[in-house]
């Protein structure tokens, strides 16, 4: 369920026509419901309700502050993977002791500030990142709590630039060099080790590689505490899907997401930890677009609108589907038109949809790209010199601009023309 709803013939964001969004900020622009946002959280705090929990939101999906604030204010963590995401979690005002850090490159600077500024944990993804980081924590006369991310050698099923859990993938050691590399954690100073982890992939479908895994980090924790080590964590990652589209089976919900935890590790007496992203803010948000031709081609219809690849990437990475709507609704029974919903960027993979079935539509009208909101404004870009897009968040009739447009001159004077040019 998502809060973008048509009244009165115009789609809204709760309470908000998208046209008045249009009209105050421009387009394109994303816009994100502050109440999608609040229910997707709650869902999964509920799902996991019969256990000790921590729901960190993986900042990777989204990382406006405001939208982080919001999710820290309902009391989520968070599960960052670089240094500027641990800086945007601080800022949003977020302990560091609801910050967890992921990822598989972490530098010894990254290191240095997430032990000054307070962290959860590490979740270490390689000997050689454990070694380091036992030199740092060691130099800097900490002890920093740590959990190993282990590869379970599990097909999530999902597309393979976002799967993560196969052995030939680079995320986390190999499950089954697991007990040698928490041995040599034990034995290294400035560690203290604490729990397991685990991440098989994004925009699962199928709660069964779940179980897979998570059965295997069962078995693991119960061998790891044979051998002294005092397991109380579980890091269990994030990744359940979305529906993209409207006229698919939904994926799981996050409570049946949460009986497989319970299934699985329930028993085992660990504060469990889950790093959702898409879950709560892909269908919290939209790409609001304006037309700006309709150009007629042979055999097909071109419609041009000034939303482009560089403001959502994912159709022209992963061939991803995004749900496009008319923002005025299309009376009942009126006839659809194909057309290809493309961008002015000079790249014929900017097209975000071919043949999609849409009323009619001309210059200035407003469309919609639904689940948007995750990975959308996070990996927007300035190509062919295109502002990057402006953010809008929505909480029941008001809105702020969140992140806005810049103008061409701050773009232009972030740039420096040397003196011997």
Known sequence: MDHFLYRDGILHAENVPLTRIAAQVGTPVYVYS??????????????????????????????NLAVLKLMGDLGAGMDVVSGGEYLRAKAAGVPGDRIVFSGVGKTVQEMRLAIEGGIRQFNIESEPEMRALSTVASAMGAEVPVAIRVNPDVDAKTHEKI??????NKFGIPISKARQVYAEAAALPGLKVVGVDVHIGSQLTDLDPYRAAYAKVADLTRALRADGHDITRLD??????????????????????????RDTVGDLGCEIEIEPGRNIVGNAGILL??????KQGEGRDFLIVDAAMNDLLRPAMYGAHHDIVSVCEPDLGAAMHKVDVVGPICESGDTFQKAVELPPLRAD???AFRSA???????S??????????????SGDQFAVIRAR????????????PEWL
């Open 289 to 294: 677009s304006q037309v700006i031709y309709l």
């Open 381 to 394: 870009s300035e190509y062919n010199s295109r502002p990057l897009v402006p953010e809008v968040l929505v």
């Open 236 to 261: 269990l990652g994030g990744g359940l899907g979305i529906p993209y589209r409207r006229d698919n089976n939904a994926p799981p919900l996050p409570i049946e997401y949460g009986q497989v935890v």
């Open 34 to 63: 502050a109440a999608t946002l609040t229910r997707h959280f709650n869902l999964f705090r509920q799902a996991l309700d019969w256990t000790d929990h921590l729901v960190c939101f993986a900042v990777k999906a989204n990382s």
């Open 163 to 168: 799967a993560t859990g196969k052995s030939d």
């Open 373 to 379: 909101g995750a990975y959308g404004a996070v990996m």
């Open 365 to 367: 009208d407003l469309i």
């Open 406 to 417: 810049p103008s061409f001159e701050e773009m232009l004077a972030r740039d420096t023309i």
